[in-house]
């Protein structure tokens, strides 16, 4: 079966790029266009092919609406929900938001195309949001994110920060660090500021005051993170140890402490969150969630609401495990 996926792969570009040559989006480069064209004819897929997968079916289209879709984490996700949708012949359209401006007009923009159904990946929703893709012709399921109207699969967030921060302290750590994203993000996230609220459940528990000195709020960028930690190491008693509120930034505190000379874990101890790829080869400690799986299942909840023309009302949460690597070690 040619899909859109292998398209992209042969052109060596996103889906979504894909998708808007498909579309005749005005948005794409005339030498991109030509590329994409030229790939699809070497790869013998007809655009006219999206009009006959799935006879009875509006187009054999299920949208994505995703936040920097070329994130480890959101890239993860979308695999696993193009796995689950292409043996149906489902093609995926792609609706990037880069700036917190877009969001509007994704969410005016996608009722309009013929899609057969909806996943929104991480992107916080209004109720009024909720609502009205709750009342749009197609269902729309969530991941990683919630609204009151519609069907979502996440994780506990604050357990995970809880987890994490309670294996360091299990092992000798009280001066423990946190390195996160800003509060208020102009994107409405969240994940990091439950992490956070696990980390100061997990120290309170513990007998352990929270200290506001060793928490650092930054951009979601490796960089960030390994000036966050440069400035929490300069400190006249550092920490021996830091939670990060995903790998990515996990990979800038070991960069931080490796530009100090510092030894992990014996001079310092660092743990991560999701569990992408990267975390296993840099044997990184770390929490999953099950990234892929997430995929996987927001498109099984988008299958079965369309076998079943109807709207479930549905919350899922799926498991979350610590992963003890190399990056963790007793107290010195």
């Not at 949208?63 to 996700?77: K, M, N």
């Not at 919350?315 to 990056?327: G, M, P, W, Y």
Request: proline content about 7%.
């Amino acid at each position: 079966m040619t899909t859109l996926a292998l398209v992209a792969a042969h052109a060596k570009v996103g889906i979504g790029t894909v998708s808007r040559v498909l579309n005749d989006s005005p948005n794409v480069s005339p030498a991109m266009r030509e590329r994409v064209l030229r790939s699809m004819e070497e790869v013998g897929y007809s655009p006219n092919r999206r009009k006959r997968i799935g006879q009875g079916r509006r187009g054999g289209l299920i949208g994505v609406l995703v936040t920097f879709f070329d994130e480890p984490s959101a890239y993860e996700r979308i695999r696993g929900v193009v796995a689950r949708l292409q043996p149906h012949g489902y093609e995926v359209v792609l609706f990037n938001v880069a700036a917190p401006g877009q969001i509007t007009e994704r969410l005016l923009e996608i009722p309009t195309h013929s899609l057969d159904g909806l996943i929104v990946i991480s992107l916080p929703l209004s109720d009024s949001e909720g609502e009205r893709l709750a009342s749009a012709r197609f269902p729309t399921v969530l991941i990683d994110t919630t609204a009151p109207s519609l069907p979502s699969v996440c994780i506990d967030d604050r357990w995970g920060g809880q987890i994490a921060t309670q294996h360091l302290i299990d092992i000798g750590h009280t001066r423990i660090g946190f390195v996160g994203e800003p509060p208020n993000s102009p994107f409405g996230f969240v994940s990091s500021v439950h992490r956070e609220e696990g980390y100061r459940r997990a120290l309170t528990q513990a007998g352990i005051e929270p200290m506001p000195e060793l928490v650092r709020y930054g951009a979601h960028l490796r960089s960030a993170a390994k000036q966050m930690t440069l400035d929490l190491l300069s400190m006249s008693n550092p920490p021996t140890a830091i939670v990060a509120t995903s790998d990515v930034q996990a990979v800038g505190v070991l960069e931080a402490a490796a530009a100090l000379d510092r030894r992990v874990p014996d001079d310092l101890s660092v743990i991560g969150y999701d569990d992408i790829e990267l975390a296993a080869l840099m044997n990184l400690t770390t929490v999953r969630q099950p990234l892929e799986g997430s995929g996987r299942r927001g498109a099984d909840l988008v299958l079965e609401a369309i076998a079943a023309n109807a709207r479930p009302q549905l919350a899922e949460e799926l498991q979350i495990e610590l992963v003890v690597r190399s990056t963790t070690g007793p107290r010195r």
